[in-house]
């Protein structure tokens, strides 16, 4: 016969261990829950629509659903690298029976968004919004006209494609709508050089929220994507302008292919998931600042919060703010070489 003190420890650790069963349970039940509740989306019989499709993100992602057996159809302004990226989605295809084209549009304009979507052979049903690129630099070297120019580039080629989307997907009512949205790591946190990119990918987040919101209406889905470093012909335009300190702090070994970021991202959009990252950094960026925007797996979301909660004043404080400071003087001898 056990006392009453060995019977309490014995019922003591069989509550632990059941305790400790049930958040093992809800963590795996959540993180599958998705899967197993919503249908999955399939790429196979849609029609996608890229912006940025020439080259880097957006011609990886075109190429990817392509051959998931997708109608593909790639925009970008220069109708050289439209020929050959188109040539490179065709190769990817299925099957010849899939319909593969380019549209030459700048969509920096809400006129040249809605030409681009119009000259589509059929409404498309999935857009991705790819196109975007950074121009790194001081805060205080930069010219409006530098600023302007992020607007356009990051911000306004999202807003005019979505616009022209969602506007035709509306009136025409086209089925199960999806718009993809391209932020990035620094649309979730702040990073000196960025003050003329970061800011815009913010605004793509907001964007992201208000149309996951509204879009509702029209049973469109909307998602957000925020990469980490790409190794694209974009990264190599940006490494013209990025201070140095900007890429010490970034590390220049970290980061992915086009095609790798393009298969985190069909994962994440195949999963359901609203906020999509594939790196781990970003992911930690990601549940810290996830608000009021759904999560993606419940509790490892919150659980994964816990050690953003850590490691991020870490990060913040003993290697990107020391970094910065241990730059100010070599700053400062260039400040002073250059016209007041
Ligand atoms: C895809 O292209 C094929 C061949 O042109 C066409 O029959 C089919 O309707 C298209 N599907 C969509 C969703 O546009
Ligand atoms: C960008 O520059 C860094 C060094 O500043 C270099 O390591 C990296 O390979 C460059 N990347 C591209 C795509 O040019």
Redesign the pocket.
């Known amino acids: 016969m056990t006392g009453i003190h060995g019977l309490s420890s014995a019922s003591a650790s069989s509550v632990a261990l059941a305790a400790l069963g049930a958040v093992v349970i809800s963590i795996v039940l959540s993180s599958t829950m998705g899967f197993l509740g919503g249908k999955k989306w399939k790429a196979q ?3 996608v629509f890229v912006t940025g499709g020439s080259q880097g993100l957006g011609l990886a992602v075109a190429e990817l659903l392509a051959s998931k057996g ?2 593909v159809t790639i925009c970008s302004r220069t109708e050289s690298k439209l020929r050959e990226a188109v040539g490179r989605v065709k190769a990817a295809a299925k099957s010849d ?3 593969i084209e380019y549209v030459a549009a700048d969509v920096s304009t809400f006129e040249g968004a809605k030409k681009a979507i119009a000259s589509c ?2 409404v ?2 999935t857009v991705f919004c790819c196109a975007g690129g950074a121009k790194p630099g001081f805060f205080i070297d930069q010219t409006e006209s530098d600023f302007e120019h992020g607007m356009r580039t990051d911000y306004w080629t999202s807003l005019g494609t979505a616009h022209a989307a969602a506007n035709a997907m509306a009136r025409n009512k086209v089925v199960d709508g999806k718009i993809v949205l391209v932020s990035s790591t620094v649309g979730l946190i702040g990073l000196i050089g960025y003050s003329q990119y970061g800011p815009m990918k913010h605004a793509i987040r907001g964007l992201a929220e208000s149309l996951r919101s509204e879009l509702i209406l029209y049973g469109i889905s909307v998602h957000a994507y925020f990469p980490g470093t790409i190794f694209s012909p974009g990264l190599e335009e940006e490494n013209k302008t990025k201070p140095k300190i900007t890429v010490e702090i970034e590390g220049t070994e970290d980061g992915s292919t086009p095609a790798q970021c393009a298969k985190g991202l069909i994962k994440g959009i195949e999963r359901g998931h609203f906020f999509i990252t594939t790196d781990f950094g970003t992911e930690l960026f990601r549940v810290a600042a996830l608000g009021a925007a759904p999560a993606n797996r419940g509790l490892v979301d919150r659980a994964t919060a816990l050690i953003a909660w850590i490691a991020i004043p870490v990060w913040r404080t003993f290697i990107a703010d020391r970094m910065i400071k241990k730059h100010r003087k070599e700053h400062a001898q260039s400040l002073a070489q250059q016209p007041k």
């Open positions: 019989g849609k029609h997708a109608n029976q899939q319909t052979s059929s498309p049903d």
